[in-house]
């Protein structure tokens, strides 16, 4: 059966299992989106501005654990699309991005919305591809699916003239493409046997684990070598729901958020083993004191490189997460050395940040102070709730504030720390569970970067529940300049509209809260309509609330005399 190169990418996609292709409509790509019309088995869900599309699909596929499917068209389509590409780079999300691309004899002449779109994307994405022959169109396609989640999971790039689309080749066939999963390389016994070692002669053992036991889901095999071990578990920053807060050795993220009582817990640690962790710029920012002096590293990563490239490892594991532990509890044994005092140590730590939990619900003061709604936040959340969230100071207070339960319940910006995320990217995680309620923390400067999304939130029936911390402010910049520019504010003040207005003209629904003590019955009202409907909350919080700025060293303490104000 014949049918054009464009028909038979979308027939790619939907034997691949894909159910939404999320983009915005372009020329260029035409042919591939003719190629879904009146199909049930997948259909292409519309976004107002690329950038938004991207997020969407990196949303859905840290949620579903399967690659998202995002398309724009050449020129400015692709460029809208690269923030949300990059963002799904740096937080290894699997997003198979598409794009229209000029006819093949009018290229290397700046034609109409022509740019070298290779180019622009390879540093962002793991391979970019041209397809430069019809008949190459549907394996190509195939192969940038399956490399999403080759190794360490990301974004790969697809290129798609608009003359070879329209050419005629055979209807592909991939029943004898398709396979099931590929097992994991197994782990170096050398190098297992030497962390073994390591393990039972340690004291003060603790696992920092990382994205990659999410990305192999093995929540249950680091809990499983905590308990032998004795070894509490901390995580990465972002990576909040590697394990659940329920169980007693779990003390939540040594990043971003984490107390002092967790720091100082950790700089007492005699050995770390890091699975699943690039030991990255946002966790660590590289610090040279990150681990004590003394203390051994055992680094498990499934990129070779990632081992030793900032902290020397004392052993260094090349192994996907799951298969590393697994292959350390069949070798550790199970009466190792006895820690009854470090046992109670990290009791004590989980006492604080209980604590200091609490103490936010006691925060009255008006404008609401964006830590009040925080704690009013977890105090009626499900517990089977997606949290996401965009950078910034107000949503960032996640890190010390929300629990989780579940793993694959946290979406945060990782290490692009863009604003403006938030909202597409969990449209995207309710797409991919729809039975969650998605809630998404976001500032206002960041909101209204996408905001037009909530027309795409009504017009699809995607019910997620937007709670908007409204300072009018850029808070983190407003906080480098209170604590290391003496107060000379410029660039942070900002104006909105008033958000329950702005999402009731969008057909959503709108509440707002300005008091303090209505907080918890506001929000459980929000999560129940947003069962059904996208509903936004403005909160009215104060601008001067937010904490220190991590990266203190980047800025001069001594600075040159200048005037407040």
Not at 23 to 39: A, F, N, P, Q, T
Not at 297 to 302: D, E, G, M, Y
Not at 514 to 535: H, K
Request: glycine share 10%; hydrophobic share 40%.
């Amino acid at each position: 059966m014949q049918m054009t190169a464009g028909h038979a990418v979308a027939e790619v996609l939907a034997q691949l299992g894909v159910r939404k292709v999320i983009g915005v409509v372009g020329s260029c790509m035409l042919e591939i989106l003719d190629g879904m019309y009146g199909r049930d088995d997948i259909q292409f869900l519309s976004t107002r501005h690329e950038q938004a599309a991207a997020l969407m699909a990196d949303g859905f596929a840290r949620i579903a654990g399967r690659p998202g499917v995002c398309i724009a068209t050449n020129g400015p389509g692709a460029t809208n699309l690269l923030t949300g590409v990059a963002n799904a780079f740096h937080a290894q999300s699997p997003v198979l991005v598409v794009t229209g691309a000029p006819m093949m004899k009018d290229m290397f002449r700046d034609s109409s919305q022509e740019i070298d779109q290779q180019a622009m994307f390879r540093p962002v994405v793991k391979w970019s591809v041209q397809v430069r022959k019809p008949e190459l169109a549907a394996a190509l396609t195939w192969e940038a699916y399956q490399r999403t989640m080759t190794g360490v999971p990301g974004p790969v790039h697809l290129d798609l003239p608009r003359d070879v689309l329209n050419e005629s080749v055979e209807r592909p066939d991939l029943s004898r493409l398709i396979r099931g999963e590929v097992a994991a390389p197994a782990p170096e016994p050398g190098s297992v046997a030497a962390a073994v070692r390591l393990l039972e002669k340690a004291r003060r053992p603790v696992v920092l684990a990382g994205g990659g036991v999410l990305w192999s889901e093995a929540g249950d095999e680091v809990v499983a070598l905590s308990k032998r071990l004795d070894a509490p578990v901390m995580s990465s920053t972002g990576r909040d729901d590697v394990a659940p807060q329920s169980y007693p050795l779990y003390l939540g993220t040594i990043g971003r958020g984490a107390l002092p009582e967790a720091q100082a817990f950790f700089s007492q640690a005699d050995l770390v083993l890091a699975v699943g962790t690039s030991l990255g710029h946002t966790t660590t920012f590289w610090r040279p004191d990150f681990f004590a002096p003394g203390t051994k590293l055992i680094h498990v990563a499934q990129d070779r490189n990632n081992i030793g490239r900032v902290y020397p490892a004392d052993v260094g594991i090349q192994a996907e997460a799951r298969a590393a532990l697994k292959a350390l509890l069949r070798s550790v044994k199970r009466k190792g050395v006895s820690r009854p005092g470090w046992l109670s140590k990290a009791k004590k730590v989980r006492t604080a940040q209980a604590a200091h939990r609490n103490k936010a619900a006691a925060y009255h003061g008006r404008p609401i102070d964006p830590r009040r709604a925080h704690a009013a936040l977890r105090k009626v959340l499900p517990r089977d709730a997606i949290i996401t969230i965009d950078a910034g100071v107000g949503p960032g207070y996640v890190y010390e504030y929300q629990t989780f339960e579940r793993p694959r319940s946290l979406l945060a910006p990782q290490g692009l720390a863009a604003i403006g995320i938030g909202y597409p990217v969990g449209l995207g995680a309710k797409l991919a569970a729809p039975g969650r309620p998605v809630v998404t923390i976001s500032g206002d400067g960041s909101f209204l970067y996408n905001g037009a999304e909530l027309e795409t939130a009504v017009r699809e029936g995607i019910p997620t529940t937007c709670i908007i911390l409204n300072n009018f402010n850029y808070g983190s910049e407003r906080a480098y300049q209170k604590f290391y520019y003496d107060e000379r504010y410029i660039g942070d003040a900002i104006g909105n509209p008033p958000f329950d207005e702005y999402a009731r003209l969008f057909g959503a629904a709108g509440l707002r809260v300005t008091e303090p003590a209505a907080l918890e019955d506001v929000f459980a009202e929000a999560l129940r309509l947003g069962n059904t409907q996208p509903v936004l909350v403005d909160v009215l919080c104060t601008p001067d609330v937010f904490p220190e700025p991590r990266r203190k060293e980047t800025v001069r303490r001594e600075r040159l005399p200048g005037k407040k104000g």
